[in-house]
T-cell receptor, first 114, second 112 residues
Framework: NAGVTQTPKFQVLKTGQSMTLQCAQD?????MSWYRQDPGMGLRLIHY???????DQGEVPNGYNVSRSTTEDFPLRLLSAAPSQTSVYFC?????????????FGEGSRLTVL | QQQVKQSPQSLIVQKGGIPIINCAYE??????FPWYQQFPGKGPALLIA?????SEKKEGRFTISFNKSAKQFSLHIMDSQPGDSATYFC???????????FGAGTRLFVKA
């Protein structure tokens, strides 16, 4: 079982470039989410989804877009990268019922914007 | 605005010691209180969790204690080992909601 898979693991961008961070899960989880992790600030929610076609904003959504066309995939798009978006990004998924709330995380994508 | 205050920011203990990490919250609608453990270069992983209808939960060497009146919950690591050296995060989730808030994290180092 692969769990939550994120690609790429590392990426360097120049200011103004765009890119997509990929996230896929094979646990049939309804809930998927993206976080950014910065030193001393914990994990902050960017966007989340409770099913295909349903997305909503988290705490820090500006500069990021998401879509959810399938249960398995939840890509995060940076339309015009800025140095303030240098961070480690984590994708996580969970069930909505039963053991809802237990988040399963990917191993992260480290992004540097020059 | 941060609604979860985690302390301390970092902690160093000797092997066998009992590090204690605290989380204070404001929103009484939170219904689930987990602790996550993160090793360098890895994603966080669920360590132990508690719901507000119990005051304590033990899993192996890890214990969560929950004080509803003080709006605080704590993680205790009994007989700590160097392999417990990691960053620990508390997390809260609103009842019926999908947004979640993490504490700022505690970096624990257990000396051999």
């Amino acid at each position: 079982n692969a769990g939550v898979t994120q690609t790429p693991k590392f990426q360097v961008l120049k200011t103004g470039q765009s890119m997509t961070l990929q996230c896929a899960q094979d646990m049939n989880h309804e809930y998927m989410s993206w976080y950014r992790q910065d030193p001393g600030m914990g994990l902050r929610l960017i966007h989340y989804s409770v099913g295909a076609g349903i997305t909503d904003q988290g705490e820090v959504p500006n500069g990021y877009n998401v879509s959810r066309s399938t249960t398995e995939d939840f890509p995060l798009r940076l339309l015009s990268a800025a140095p303030s978006q240098t961070s480690v990004y984590f994708c996580a998924s969970s069930m909505l019922q039963g053991r809802a709330g237990e988040l399963f995380f990917g191993e992260g994508s480290r992004l540097t914007v020059l | 605005q941060q609604q979860v205050k985690q302390s301390p920011q970092s902690l160093i203990v000797q092997k066998g010691g009992i590090p204690i990490i605290n989380c204070a919250y404001e929103n009484t609608a939170f219904d689930y209180f987990p602790w996550y453990q993160q090793f360098p270069g890895k994603g966080p992983a669920l360590l132990i969790a508690i719901r507000p209808d119990v005051s304590e939960k033990k899993e192996g060497r890890f214990t969560i204690s929950f004080n509803k009146s003080a709006k605080q919950f704590s993680l205790h690591i009994m007989d700590s080992q160097p392999g417990d050296s990691a960053t620990y995060f508390c997390r809260e989730r609103n009842t019926g909601g999908f947004k979640t808030i993490f504490g700022a994290g505690t970096r624990l180092f257990v000396k051999a």
